[in-house]
């Protein structure tokens, strides 16, 4: 993870749910998004953080039993008892049932009801009654809040391992007191998002529980490319490098962080004082290709879930189809030679590692793409004898990821977007919450620029029946911009069969309310990520 905080704007968010909780207003809180994301770093500089108006309460969960998950648990809870112990929970050492007694006589001498309450669920616990004790380590929350007469915050970092370390009404009995404490905010973040969503859904969005989620997108490119760049500082590098790498690790903060350290290390222990394509090469091999590699371990353990299922093997070759391009089921049937994939792609879907829209599929996570087409594929197929062709392989993979980076921007967006659009292939999609088929283009032909500076290019494309009229536009959209390219679209014969504005940077809600008025599908910089990676070209 990086030290710097990449997201200013969830962090803002939270802080402003912080602080509306503390003058009565409670929104619980889900944050969700790829393993990665960022989420265990906002949740916790939010604990340590925190105002002495709110005990914050930090508890990451790991795999590990279930005895040292509730010790864990009862001591953060604890330490929020005390003002000036740390905020944050040990981190994954068990604790001594001497250690857990200390900081109950220390708590006793300020809160005793709330020590009562820990010590009859610290005695389940050693009883080894982990059902009943998970409930009795609940229940010392409101104590404390009643005691301190100071609100709580409960945050549960990656809370669908309740259910793997063993508390099997987990969620039940989570559910059951986020309907009934309005004292307690409740903060929970998940990597995996399908079944955290699923959860949330069926058993924790109760009556008065209502959670709002907080999805992790994309970095903002401007701070992310500043941070890299200040990285990087001492290893003379273009502003393409540092571009390339944000854009390609966008929405994962810890790959970049991992990814520019190694580069780091690897440029000092060679004496190197550029970022060149050996370094970086030599860079991806460390991490990703070796078999000791940090990311190619990372990337097998996201494997782990699927390779123990009856689905494993088939499963397995589905998600290397989709990582080589295959997007649609017929056309992954087809290249696996299997009759039905159905049931593999749900299985990808529940492991989280494959991503549907519409009627296409992607593995979203550009490092896991990357592993599965170059080194899972090769190993599946047979394909390779030796490490130095599967390193071989990767570096091709590798090669291409840039060479094709650095020849798409060096054109003009509305020149990226016409190379696009050669590219769909009756697909279809959901983009702007629309459901759309993206047609075969025979033809796309730039139109005259518009006579009034900043209104962007004008692209017509046209194919099988169908005609799209496309504005592009570098620079922010306006009103005058979205009035003329209605016009334009209304001068066309024949008329357009739909209206795209195509935005680099994304619009404020009055333009968008506008764009929408005049039945324009927009297409922002996440929609604009998500077709290039459909169609293979960063």
């Known amino acids: 993870m990086t ?6 704007d969830v962090a803002r968010h939270l802080q402003r749910r912080l602080e509306a909780f503390r003058q009565g207003f409670r929104q619980n809180l889900a944050l969700i998004g790829p393993p990665g994301s960022g989420k265990t770093f906002q949740l916790q500089a939010l604990a340590e953080n925190s105002s002495s108006s709110l005990r914050a309460i930090y508890c990451p969960l790991y795999r590990e039993s279930c005895r040292s998950f509730l010790q864990r ?23 001594s049932a001497s250690g857990l007694s200390q900081l109950l006589e220390q708590v006793a001498a300020q809160c005793p009801q709330t020590a009562l309450a820990a010590r009859a669920a610290e005695q389940l ?4 009654l982990y059902g009943e004790a998970f409930n009795r380590v609940l229940d010392v929350i409101p104590a404390l809040a009643e005691e301190s007469h100071t609100p709580c915050v409960l945050i549960i970092d990656e809370f669908l391992y309740l259910e793997e370390v063993g508390l099997a009404h987990a969620f039940h009995e989570l559910g059951k007191r986020v309907m ?9 973040s998940s990597s995996s998002t399908y079944r955290a969503r699923q959860i949330l859904r069926e058993r924790l969005q109760l009556l008065f529980g209502q959670f709002e989620l907080v999805s992790f997108g994309p970095l903002d490119a401007t701070t992310t490319i500043l941070w890299v760049q200040q990285e990087l500082r001492g290893l003379r590098h273009t502003a393409a490098a540092s571009s390339f790498l944000v854009e390609w690790l966008a929405s994962y903060p810890w790959y970049l962080g991992v ?23 030599q860079v991806g091999w460390d991490l990703l290709g070796a078999a000791e590699g940090p990311l190619y371990q990372w990337c097998l353990a996201r494997l782990e879930g699927l390779l123990q299922g009856r689905l494993g093997s088939k499963a397995q070759d589905v998600l290397v189809q989709i990582a080589l391009g295959a ?26 590692l494959v991503q549907r829209n519409g009627m296409c599929w992607m593995v979203a996570d550009p490092i896991l793409r990357c592993w599965v087409a170059s080194i899972l594929a090769a190993q599946r197929a047979n394909a390779v004898s030796s490490p130095l062709q599967l390193r071989d392989r990767l570096s091709q993979t590798l090669r291409g990821l840039w060479g094709q980076w650095t020849q798409t921007h060096q054109l003009s967006l509305a020149s990226r977007v016409a190379q696009l659009l050669t590219q769909f292939d009756d697909d279809t999609v959901s983009l702007d919450a629309k459901t759309g088929r993206l047609p075969r283009f025979a033809q796309i032909q730039p139109m005259p620029p518009v006579p009034a500076p900043g209104q962007g290019a004008y692209l017509v494309a046209e194919g099988e029946g169908k005609r799209w009229c496309l504005t592009v536009h570098e620079r922010s959209v306006d009103e005058q911009a979205i009035t003329q390219f209605d016009a334009f679209c209304r ?48």
């Open 3 to 8: 030290s710097a905080n990449l997201r200013l």
């Open 73 to 95: 648990f009862l001591s953060a809870i604890l330490q929020a008892a005390l003002p000036l112990a740390p905020a944050l929970a040990s981190q994954g050492d068990d604790l």
């Open 125 to 128: 616990i050693a009883r080894r």
């Open 180 to 188: 009934t404490w309005p004292n307690v905010l409740f903060i929970l």
């Open 259 to 281: 990814w520019i350290r190694r580069l780091r290390e690897r440029a000092t222990l060679g004496k190197q004082a550029e970022l060149n394509e050996a370094l970086f090469l």
């Open 327 to 352: 997007r649609t089921a017929t056309d992954i049937a087809h290249r696996t030679g299997k009759a039905s994939v159905s049931e593999a792609l749900q299985c990808l879907v529940e492991h989280d």
């Open 491 to 538: 001068q066309q014969q024949p008329r357009p069969s739909r209206k795209v504005l195509v935005a680099r940077i994304p619009l404020d809600e009055h333009m968008r309310m506008l764009a929408k008025a005049a039945n324009m599908w927009v297409w922002e910089p996440q929609d604009l990520r998500f077709l290039t990676e459909l169609y293979g070209r960063p």
